[in-house]
Protein backbone atom coordinates (compact mmCIF):
# COMPACT_ATOMS: atom_id res chain seq x y z
CA UNK A 1 0.00 0.00 0.00
CA UNK A 2 1.29 3.23 -1.16
CA UNK A 3 0.56 6.35 1.83
CA UNK A 4 1.41 9.71 2.06
CA UNK A 5 0.90 12.05 4.99
CA UNK A 6 0.90 15.79 4.06
CA UNK A 7 3.05 17.97 6.71
CA UNK A 8 1.84 21.66 6.98
CA UNK A 9 3.62 24.53 9.50
CA UNK A 10 2.47 23.26 12.69
CA UNK A 11 1.54 19.70 11.80
CA UNK A 12 2.31 17.84 15.00
CA UNK A 13 0.78 14.38 14.95
CA UNK A 14 1.99 13.99 11.66
CA UNK A 15 4.70 11.50 13.06
CA UNK A 16 2.46 9.87 15.10
CA UNK A 17 0.16 8.76 12.32
CA UNK A 18 3.11 7.72 10.44
CA UNK A 19 4.37 5.25 13.24
CA UNK A 20 0.64 3.74 13.17
CA UNK A 21 0.52 3.32 9.37
CA UNK A 22 3.88 1.73 9.55
CA UNK A 23 3.20 -0.28 12.32
CA UNK A 24 -0.32 -1.31 11.20
CA UNK A 25 -0.60 -1.26 8.19
CA UNK A 26 2.78 -1.87 6.96
CA UNK A 27 3.30 0.81 4.46
CA UNK A 28 6.40 3.47 5.19
CA UNK A 29 4.33 6.87 4.56
CA UNK A 30 5.96 9.02 2.47
CA UNK A 31 5.61 12.43 3.94
CA UNK A 32 4.65 15.36 1.91
CA UNK A 33 5.13 18.94 2.56
CA UNK A 34 2.42 21.07 1.89
CA UNK A 35 4.33 23.48 -1.04
CA UNK A 36 5.17 20.11 -3.01
CA UNK A 37 2.22 20.10 -6.08
CA UNK A 38 1.47 16.49 -6.44
CA UNK A 39 0.79 13.63 -5.15
CA UNK A 40 0.93 11.05 -8.14
CA UNK A 41 -0.49 7.67 -6.78
CA UNK A 42 -1.55 6.99 -3.55
CA UNK A 43 -3.65 4.64 -1.60
CA UNK A 44 -4.06 6.32 1.07
CA UNK A 45 -3.78 10.34 2.35
CA UNK A 46 -3.57 11.12 5.64
CA UNK A 47 -4.12 15.16 6.71
CA UNK A 48 -2.79 14.77 10.60
CA UNK A 49 -3.43 17.00 13.22
CA UNK A 50 -1.69 20.05 14.79
CA UNK A 51 -2.29 23.93 14.57
CA UNK A 52 -1.47 24.37 10.85
CA UNK A 53 -0.50 28.43 10.22
CA UNK A 54 -1.21 28.83 14.17
CA UNK A 55 -5.04 28.40 13.03
CA UNK A 56 -5.02 32.35 11.88
CA UNK A 57 -8.41 32.93 10.50
CA UNK A 58 -10.34 29.93 11.17
CA UNK A 59 -8.51 26.42 11.77
CA UNK A 60 -7.85 25.02 9.04
CA UNK A 61 -8.33 28.08 6.71
CA UNK A 62 -4.80 28.42 5.63
CA UNK A 63 -3.69 25.19 5.11
CA UNK A 64 -6.49 24.78 2.68
CA UNK A 65 -5.46 27.08 0.12
CA UNK A 66 -1.46 25.57 0.03
CA UNK A 67 -0.80 24.21 -3.07
CA UNK A 68 -0.85 20.51 -2.00
CA UNK A 69 -4.51 20.45 -1.52
CA UNK A 70 -5.32 20.73 -5.18
CA UNK A 71 -3.62 17.50 -5.67
CA UNK A 72 -5.62 15.99 -2.08
CA UNK A 73 -8.69 17.27 -3.84
CA UNK A 74 -8.03 15.64 -7.13
CA UNK A 75 -6.51 12.23 -5.31
CA UNK A 76 -10.16 12.35 -3.46
CA UNK A 77 -12.56 12.99 -6.44
CA UNK A 78 -10.69 10.16 -7.91
CA UNK A 79 -11.90 7.84 -5.10
CA UNK A 80 -8.29 7.46 -3.34
CA UNK A 81 -9.13 7.33 0.45
CA UNK A 82 -8.61 10.81 2.67
CA UNK A 83 -8.42 10.83 5.98
CA UNK A 84 -8.69 14.02 8.21
CA UNK A 85 -7.74 13.91 11.90
CA UNK A 86 -8.34 16.93 14.03
CA UNK A 87 -6.67 19.57 12.56
CA UNK A 88 -7.02 17.30 9.18
CA UNK A 89 -10.33 17.02 9.27
CA UNK A 90 -10.90 21.19 10.19
CA UNK A 91 -8.84 21.48 6.71
CA UNK A 92 -10.77 18.97 4.74
CA UNK A 93 -13.96 20.93 5.77
CA UNK A 94 -12.78 24.17 4.97
CA UNK A 95 -11.19 22.50 1.47
CA UNK A 96 -15.17 21.76 1.08
CA UNK A 97 -14.15 18.22 0.99
CA UNK A 98 -16.32 17.64 3.87
CA UNK A 99 -19.71 19.05 4.83
CA UNK A 100 -20.88 21.18 7.94
CA UNK A 101 -18.07 23.63 10.03
CA UNK A 102 -16.00 22.93 13.25
CA UNK A 103 -16.69 25.75 15.47
CA UNK A 104 -15.36 26.68 19.17
CA UNK A 105 -16.69 23.37 22.27
CA UNK A 106 -19.34 25.22 24.05
CA UNK A 107 -16.82 25.54 26.79
CA UNK A 108 -15.02 27.54 25.42
CA UNK A 109 -12.06 25.78 26.84
CA UNK A 110 -9.51 23.61 25.41
CA UNK A 111 -9.79 19.64 26.00
CA UNK A 112 -7.54 17.20 26.22
CA UNK A 113 -9.23 13.72 27.49
CA UNK A 114 -10.13 10.42 26.58
CA UNK A 115 -13.36 9.65 24.91
CA UNK A 116 -15.48 6.86 23.70
CA UNK A 117 -16.99 7.17 20.38
CA UNK A 118 -19.04 4.28 18.22
CA UNK A 119 -19.27 4.31 14.22
CA UNK A 120 -22.52 4.92 13.04
CA UNK A 121 -21.80 3.59 9.56
CA UNK A 122 -19.44 0.38 9.82
CA UNK A 123 -19.53 -0.38 5.77
CA UNK A 124 -16.87 1.93 4.60
CA UNK A 125 -13.04 1.24 3.91
CA UNK A 126 -12.52 3.26 7.35
CA UNK A 127 -14.98 1.53 9.73
CA UNK A 128 -15.64 -1.96 8.73
CA UNK A 129 -13.89 -3.51 11.70
CA UNK A 130 -14.70 -0.57 14.05
CA UNK A 131 -16.24 -0.49 17.21
CA UNK A 132 -16.78 1.55 20.41
CA UNK A 133 -13.60 2.94 20.58
CA UNK A 134 -11.90 5.01 23.51
CA UNK A 135 -9.24 7.20 22.35
CA UNK A 136 -8.10 10.82 23.22
CA UNK A 137 -9.39 14.33 21.74
CA UNK A 138 -7.10 17.12 22.04
CA UNK A 139 -8.84 20.62 20.34
CA UNK A 140 -10.58 24.01 21.02
CA UNK A 141 -12.44 23.92 17.96
CA UNK A 142 -14.11 20.55 17.40
CA UNK A 143 -17.52 21.51 18.08
CA UNK A 144 -19.51 20.07 14.66
CA UNK A 145 -22.06 22.27 13.33
CA UNK A 146 -24.47 21.63 10.43
CA UNK A 147 -27.56 23.05 9.72
CA UNK A 148 -31.08 21.22 9.80
CA UNK A 149 -31.16 20.81 6.02
CA UNK A 150 -27.21 19.93 5.83
CA UNK A 151 -27.91 17.53 8.82
CA UNK A 152 -30.81 15.51 7.26
CA UNK A 153 -28.53 15.07 4.03
CA UNK A 154 -25.57 13.64 5.82
CA UNK A 155 -27.79 10.95 7.99
CA UNK A 156 -29.88 10.32 4.74
CA UNK A 157 -26.74 9.69 2.90
CA UNK A 158 -25.19 7.41 6.16
CA UNK A 159 -22.44 10.41 6.02
CA UNK A 160 -22.05 10.51 10.07
CA UNK A 161 -18.83 7.94 10.73
CA UNK A 162 -18.82 8.33 14.82
CA UNK A 163 -20.73 10.20 17.76
CA UNK A 164 -19.55 10.13 21.05
CA UNK A 165 -21.45 7.83 23.32
CA UNK A 166 -20.44 6.88 27.05
CA UNK A 167 -19.28 3.49 27.94
CA UNK A 168 -22.56 1.38 26.93
CA UNK A 169 -22.34 2.95 23.32
CA UNK A 170 -25.22 5.43 24.76
CA UNK A 171 -25.66 9.02 22.87
CA UNK A 172 -26.72 11.53 25.21
CA UNK A 173 -26.10 14.67 25.88
CA UNK A 174 -23.65 13.44 28.71
CA UNK A 175 -21.04 11.65 26.62
CA UNK A 176 -20.98 15.07 24.05
CA UNK A 177 -17.10 16.57 25.21
CA UNK A 178 -17.91 19.74 22.85
CA UNK A 179 -21.20 20.66 22.22
CA UNK A 180 -21.24 18.67 18.68
CA UNK A 181 -24.63 18.35 16.77
CA UNK A 182 -26.04 15.30 17.34
CA UNK A 183 -22.84 13.91 19.19
CA UNK A 184 -20.95 14.09 15.60
CA UNK A 185 -17.61 13.04 16.36
CA UNK A 186 -16.74 12.23 12.03
CA UNK A 187 -18.41 12.37 8.84
CA UNK A 188 -17.52 10.98 5.48
CA UNK A 189 -17.83 12.15 2.15
CA UNK A 190 -21.01 11.44 -0.16
CA UNK A 191 -18.87 8.83 -1.68
CA UNK A 192 -17.36 7.15 1.69
CA UNK A 193 -14.04 8.19 0.30
CA UNK A 194 -12.91 10.59 2.03
CA UNK A 195 -13.39 10.56 6.15
CA UNK A 196 -12.65 13.43 8.79
CA UNK A 197 -12.65 12.75 12.98
CA UNK A 198 -11.76 14.89 15.67
CA UNK A 199 -10.47 11.92 17.92
CA UNK A 200 -7.07 10.74 17.71
CA UNK A 201 -7.23 6.86 16.82
CA UNK A 202 -2.86 7.60 16.43
CA UNK A 203 -2.87 8.54 19.77
CA UNK A 204 -4.14 4.73 20.89
CA UNK A 205 -3.02 2.87 18.50
CA UNK A 206 -0.72 0.74 20.55
CA UNK A 207 -0.39 -0.84 24.24
CA UNK A 208 2.30 1.70 25.47
CA UNK A 209 -0.29 4.01 24.85
CA UNK A 210 -2.54 2.79 27.58
CA UNK A 211 -5.17 1.69 24.94
CA UNK A 212 -5.12 0.60 21.33
CA UNK A 213 -8.36 0.85 20.27
CA UNK A 214 -7.71 3.18 17.32
CA UNK A 215 -6.07 0.43 15.75
CA UNK A 216 -9.40 -0.90 14.13
CA UNK A 217 -9.81 2.08 11.61
CA UNK A 218 -6.59 1.61 10.11
CA UNK A 219 -6.95 -2.44 10.61
CA UNK A 220 -10.17 -1.20 8.49
CA UNK A 221 -8.16 -0.04 5.47
CA UNK A 222 -6.08 -3.31 5.30
CA UNK A 223 -9.41 -4.89 4.05
CA UNK B 1 -9.40 51.93 -2.42
CA UNK B 2 -10.35 50.71 1.11
CA UNK B 3 -12.46 47.49 1.59
CA UNK B 4 -13.58 46.94 4.82
CA UNK B 5 -15.50 43.69 5.77
CA UNK B 6 -17.80 43.04 8.39
CA UNK B 7 -18.07 38.52 9.07
CA UNK B 8 -20.71 37.63 11.67
CA UNK B 9 -22.05 34.50 13.18
CA UNK B 10 -25.34 33.31 11.22
CA UNK B 11 -28.43 33.62 13.58
CA UNK B 12 -28.35 30.09 14.33
CA UNK B 13 -25.38 29.39 14.93
CA UNK B 14 -24.49 29.50 18.87
CA UNK B 15 -21.93 31.74 19.83
CA UNK B 16 -20.80 31.44 23.18
CA UNK B 17 -17.70 33.77 23.07
CA UNK B 18 -20.76 36.14 23.11
CA UNK B 19 -22.73 34.99 25.72
CA UNK B 20 -19.80 34.63 27.92
CA UNK B 21 -19.22 38.43 27.02
CA UNK B 22 -22.66 39.47 27.37
CA UNK B 23 -22.34 38.03 31.42
CA UNK B 24 -19.17 40.29 31.81
CA UNK B 25 -21.06 43.10 30.74
CA UNK B 26 -23.78 42.57 33.43
CA UNK B 27 -21.43 42.29 36.02
CA UNK B 28 -19.85 45.63 35.29
CA UNK B 29 -23.30 46.54 35.39
CA UNK B 30 -24.34 47.03 32.23
CA UNK B 31 -27.86 45.33 33.05
CA UNK B 32 -29.44 46.54 30.22
CA UNK B 33 -27.53 44.36 27.28
CA UNK B 34 -29.60 41.29 26.31
CA UNK B 35 -27.57 40.08 23.36
CA UNK B 36 -23.58 39.93 22.41
CA UNK B 37 -22.59 38.01 18.86
CA UNK B 38 -19.02 38.12 18.54
CA UNK B 39 -17.75 38.97 14.59
CA UNK B 40 -14.56 39.55 12.58
CA UNK B 41 -13.40 42.90 10.84
CA UNK B 42 -11.23 42.76 8.04
CA UNK B 43 -9.54 45.86 6.49
CA UNK B 44 -7.66 45.76 3.22
CA UNK B 45 -6.48 48.04 0.82
CA UNK B 46 -7.24 46.83 -2.99
CA UNK B 47 -6.17 48.77 -6.18
CA UNK B 48 -9.21 48.54 -8.75
CA UNK B 49 -10.39 51.07 -11.05
CA UNK B 50 -14.50 51.49 -9.81
CA UNK B 51 -16.16 50.36 -6.55
CA UNK B 52 -18.26 47.77 -8.52
CA UNK B 53 -15.20 45.96 -9.25
CA UNK B 54 -13.65 46.50 -5.72
CA UNK B 55 -16.80 45.18 -3.80
CA UNK B 56 -17.36 42.11 -6.37
CA UNK B 57 -13.67 40.84 -6.09
CA UNK B 58 -14.42 41.00 -2.04
CA UNK B 59 -17.78 39.30 -2.07
CA UNK B 60 -15.29 36.69 -4.09
CA UNK B 61 -12.67 36.72 -1.21
CA UNK B 62 -15.31 36.70 1.34
CA UNK B 63 -16.86 33.56 -0.60
CA UNK B 64 -13.47 31.58 -0.85
CA UNK B 65 -11.81 32.05 2.02
CA UNK B 66 -12.57 35.22 4.48
CA UNK B 67 -15.61 33.65 5.70
CA UNK B 68 -16.67 30.56 6.25
CA UNK B 69 -20.26 30.35 4.68
CA UNK B 70 -21.80 27.48 6.56
CA UNK B 71 -21.20 29.08 9.92
CA UNK B 72 -21.08 32.66 8.98
CA UNK B 73 -22.53 36.27 7.03
CA UNK B 74 -20.20 38.43 6.07
CA UNK B 75 -20.92 42.50 4.46
CA UNK B 76 -18.54 44.82 2.04
CA UNK B 77 -18.25 47.88 2.42
CA UNK B 78 -15.71 50.09 -0.26
CA UNK B 79 -14.17 53.48 0.38
CA UNK B 80 -12.31 55.79 -1.98
Known amino acids: ?223 | MLAKIHITLKKDVLDPQGSVIANSLKSLGFDNVNDVRQGKFIELKINSNSKKEAEKQCNDMCEKLLANLVIEDYSVEIEN
Open chain 1, 1 to 223: MKTHVIVFPGSNCDRDVAVAIQNIIGSSPEMVWHKDSTIKQSDLIVVPGGFSYGDYLRCGAMASTSPIMKSVIENANKGVPVMGICNGFQILIESGLLQGALIRNSSLSFICRDIIIKPTNTKTIFTNKSKISKMPIAHNEGNYFANSNQIKEIEDNDQIAFQYCDENGDINAHSNPNGSINNIAGVFNKSKNVLGMMPHPERAAESIHGCDDGRNIFESLLS
